[in-house]
């Protein structure tokens, strides 16, 4: 009930700006589909600029996100007599996508961990996200959507490991063409897919699982390309990371490298302990090259692959639900951590899976608590409630600002979440798993 309560009082805070263009893709998609959003021909292809009460932007989203964006806002227009209001209704609508699949990862958790360790230990891991304010302020409050696709990467975590791999490969491409952050999560689930699978049949297993995704993926792509739009998406899907920017706003080893590059070209103008103290701010990529710093990009590429692929290998015998999450959920933190351009929300994946690995993997509490803190003042940091609203954490209450203070905080968190995560993984070889491949085996209330 409490945490159905504050759920219901975030929602009509008007969010992050990033809700601008929720606003303006909901009523497009309304009115006439999503085929021809991403623009149609051209040479090069163009990208079509969308508009609503004079604002303009371009998609950049994934199709099956501005279909659910299109969905509520088809739902809007037709309670409003075919007009579109910009209300404070409006932003209640564009967050109930994020809304249903944040309520549907909690009845997950439920079901899955009741049915795996019993009713006791699932009433406490749901009740634990339900109430986790990092959950409220991310989806309810900022209005991100990053629900609507954790919530099918995680169904393709818990299918993989009852051995579904065609609901497993579905519900990942579902991810994927959801939010782009899902690629970071791709490895975690092929790898469930294979270590979920009975050994002989691994093989079979993932092609199975490939086809689904790619019938999925084709249900979304194939009308664009009938649209004459394919090109037009494809260039949408280069440039998604095309952010000039070390880090957005996240509280990560790049904004470490960005406050540290500001203090060294301020001290002339603010002497040593001004440009220590300053409150930083997002340092462009290309102001970085200019005073002579390597391209930021592939580094941190190189650094997040490396840590997944240490990951995949320190739990390459793993074979329970709540080692695939916990793989899953190291894998966003240290992209979020360790990746160049990350944004704020971007952590948000690592909370809700490692709400599921930490019901089944009680050590891994901590590492689960530590996060969602992180993620939660991070956000309150930089946006208080809600953009422009206010109540937030003031920045300069650490001396050096605390966003500065709270990225050392999150590289040593991811340090001793990868030490957490190898324990489990060795404990798990001898303890063997909690979660079996085929979940429907452990009957309810075994722990």
Avoid at 17 to 36: C, F, H, M, Q
Avoid at 100 to 121: H, K, N, P
Avoid at 315 to 339: E, M, P
Wanted: hydrophobic share 55%; with cysteine; proline share 6%.
């Amino acid at each position: 009930m409490l945490g159905a309560i504050v759920r219901a009082l975030a929602l009509p805070l008007p969010g992050t700006r990033d809700t601008i263009p929720w606003r303006i893709w909901s009523y497009n998609a309304a009115k006439e589909g999503v085929s021809r959003l991403y623009g149609v021909g051209g040479n090069p292809p163009e990208r079509r600029i969308v508009s609503y009460e004079g604002a303009e932007t371009t998609v950049d989203m994934p199709p099956l996100a501005i279909h659910e964006l299109g969905l509520v806002g088809r739902v809007y227009r037709w309670a409003n007599h075919r007009r579109f209001p910009n209300t404070t209704a409006l932003i209640v609508a564009i967050k109930m996508p994020a809304t249903i699949a944040d309520i549907g990862l909690a009845l997950l958790i439920y079901f899955v961990v009741r049915r795996a360790a019993g009713e006791r230990r699932a009433r406490w891991a749901t009740v634990m996200y339900w109430l986790n304010p990092a959950v409220i302020l991310d989806g309810q409050a900022l209005g991100y959507i990053d629900p609507q696709y954790v919530l099918p990467a995680a169904g393709a975590l818990v299918a993989a490991a009852a051995a579904w791999p065609i609901a497993a490969g579905a519900l990942g491409v579902a991810a994927l063409l959801t939010k782009p952050q899902a690629l970071f999560l791709g490895p975690a689930v092929a790898f469930a897919i294979w270590n979920g699978a009975p050994e002989r049949a691994r093989v079979h297993a993932f092609l199975k699982a490939s086809a689904a995704g790619l019938a999925i993926a084709s249900i979304f792509v194939v009308p664009i390309a009938l649209a004459g739009g394919f090109w037009n998406f494809v260039q949408t899907v280069e440039r998604l990371g095309a952010h000039d920017m070390l880090s957005g706003n996240m509280s990560n080893a790049w904004w470490i490298v960005g406050w540290m590059v500001r203090v060294q070209y301020t001290i002339h103008d603010y002497g040593f302990w001004g440009a220590l103290t300053r409150q930083t701010q997002i340092l462009g990529i290309s102001r970085f090259m200019e005073v002579g710093y390597p391209n930021p990009r592939p580094i941190g590429s190189v650094l997040v692959l490396a840590a997944i692929a240490w990951a995949l290998w320190t739990a390459r015998r793993s074979k329970d639900l709540w080692l695939f999450s916990a793989v899953a959920a190291f894998s966003i933190h240290a992209y979020a951590t360790l990746g160049a351009q990350v944004h704020e929300n971007h952590l948000y994946a690592a909370v809700p899976l490692l709400a599921l690995a930490s019901a089944g993997r009680p050590r891994l509490t901590p590492v689960y608590a530590a996060v969602s803190a992180i993620f939660a003042i991070d956000l309150n940091l930089f946006y208080g409630i809600s953009e422009d609203v206010g109540y937030a954490l003031p920045r300069s209450l650490t001396i050096v600002d605390a966003t500065v203070v709270l990225a050392f905080v999150n590289c040593a968190a991811l340090v001793w979440h990868a030490r957490r995560l190898r324990a489990e993984c060795r404990a798990a070889t001898v303890e063997g798993s909690l979660l079996p491949a085929d979940a429907s085996a452990i009957p309810a209330g075994r722990a």
